[in-house]
């Protein structure tokens, strides 16, 4: 995807606010918003949408990069909201492979994070199901250090912030990106 498009990947920890800081960012900047998984139909392949375990990563990920490939257009930025780490099927966090983000070359990473206790009360809100706190820590843990170890591997920024940061978010990534 190299030279074909400018992607910022926007991560996070299910119920995190992903999608509502991309939603800012996006009308903030003036560019398209994408979340994985619609790219991957997510409803359409797990038979329990609400259940965020994924058997095989790998193939997660060859079908999301495929998709990307299908929507992008050639000289325009995106916001990609999706995960750094994923829940495997034993509910372990495990890292989204690097091969992916060198793929999908983002021009800029983005970690939002909130307290666990917030987190869990509006997944369970949302997906009527019990979420256990050492999971979702574990898994938010996980995910900014692999964000921090993407950003130095990559050479890209890393912006990190929760839901109300979405303005400074906005003015980092117009300044480092010129957009």
């Excluded at 983002?106 to 809100?125: A, T």
Aim: net charge positive; glycine share 8%.
């Amino acid at each position: 995807m190299k030279n074909r498009s400018g992607i910022i990947f926007v991560g996070g920890i299910h119920g995190v606010g992903k999608s509502t800081v991309c939603k800012k960012i996006g009308n903030g900047l003036n560019i398209e918003y994408l979340s994985a998984s619609e790219i991957l139909k997510w409803e359409e392949i797990n038979s329990d949408s609400k259940d965020k375990r994924v058997e095989d990563v790998d193939e997660m990920q060859d079908r999301l990069i495929m998709g990307l490939e299908n929507i992008i257009s050639k000289d325009k930025t995106y916001l990609l909201d999706g995960h750094f780490c994923l829940l495997n099927s034993e509910n372990e966090a495990i890292n989204v492979p690097l091969g992916t983000f060198k793929q999908i070359c983002p021009l800029s990473l983005v970690l939002i994070l909130d307290e666990i206790p917030e987190i869990k009360r509006r997944l369970e809100i949302r997906d009527k199901k019990s979420y256990q706190y050492a999971v979702l820590k574990n898994l938010q843990d996980r995910e900014l250090s692999y964000a921090k170890h993407l950003s130095k591997v990559l050479g890209v920024t890393l912006n990190i912030g929760d839901q109300k940061d979405y303005q400074k978010i906005i003015g980092s990534l117009r300044n480092s990106l010129k957009l």
